[in-house]
């Protein structure tokens, strides 16, 4: 189960949104304020933070340039009224991972958090091997049989997602958001545009396969044989 800490003073509001975060099936521990956050997290695991920035006691900033001070790596995501890009830009500063502005969309927020927990999986398996085949996080690289191709980011990044989720299929809105960011101008064919390079360069390769599903997206299997 995925533990989420939810810290929001307005009771309404976080009852709401712990509601339909535990409808997707996540755990949601509350704090009404930043002070009840750190105990919270001094004394439970916790997988992602969503934090309201203006709060009693211990405002989201604050929150989290400490728990980022303390070396806790897990997701951040800043909620909050205030829409400026200087706002914004301290959020970022303090160690956010995303920001989204009030009133929140229910739907919006699965989302950024889907996105964020699937990044946080890929940053924190720093090599994936399928087969013979290994896939280095920090350089890049795909590896097999001695030979070894160095691949572009959005390229790497796609690949090691879908191959870390074998079998499971991924829209290509949700590899559009993960990869390139739920905030991305750029357009849905990207993806397909980068699964044909993929295919390309690993149509030899035995371990693994990329598959189309016709008005969905794609999805990885990893043979048999492996």
């Given amino acids: 189960m995925i533990t989420i800490l939810l810290v929001e003073d307005d009771r309404h509001l976080r009852k709401l949104m712990a509601y339909h975060l535990e409808r997707e099936g996540y755990t949601v521990l509350m704090a009404s304020n930043g002070l009840e956050a750190l105990d919270v997290i001094e004394t439970t695991h916790v997988d992602l933070m969503i934090s309201d920035v203006m709060m009693p006691e211990k405002d989201g900033f604050t929150l989290t340039r400490e728990v ?10 800043l909620v909050t009224a205030r829409e400026r890009l200087d706002d914004k830009k301290q959020g970022f500063s303090a160690g956010a991972d995303d920001y ?4 929140v969309e229910m739907e919006e927020m699965i989302l950024r958090v889907e996105a964020l927990l699937r990044r946080s999986k890929v940053q924190t398996d720093r090599k ?12 890049l690289r795909v590896e097999r049989s001695g030979e070894s191709v160095e691949l572009p980011k959005k390229e790497f990044y796609l ?7 074998p079998k499971q299929i991924f829209t290509r809105q949700q590899l559009m958001d993960d990869i390139w960011g739920i905030d991305s101008i750029a357009e849905e064919r990207t993806v397909d545009v980068h ?7 690993f149509e030899k390769n035995e371990d693994f396969s990329i598959i189309t599903i016709r008005g969905l997206g794609y999805k990885a299997e990893r043979n048999e044989t492996i």
């Avoid at 070396?71 to 995501?77: C, G, M, Q, R, Y």
């Avoid at 690949?159 to 989720?165: I, T």
């Avoid at 699964?195 to 360069?201: A, D, T």
Wanted: aromatic fraction near 10%; avoid cysteine.
């Fill in 100 to 103: 989204m502005v009030k009133p």
């Fill in 68 to 77: 980022r001070g303390a070396s806790s790596e897990f997701p951040i995501l």
């Fill in 195 to 201: 699964i044909k390079r993929l295919r390309e360069k």
């Fill in 128 to 139: 994936l091997v399928v087969g013979s085949t290994v896939l280095d996080y920090d350089t």
């Fill in 159 to 165: 690949l090691f997602k879908l191959l870390s989720y």
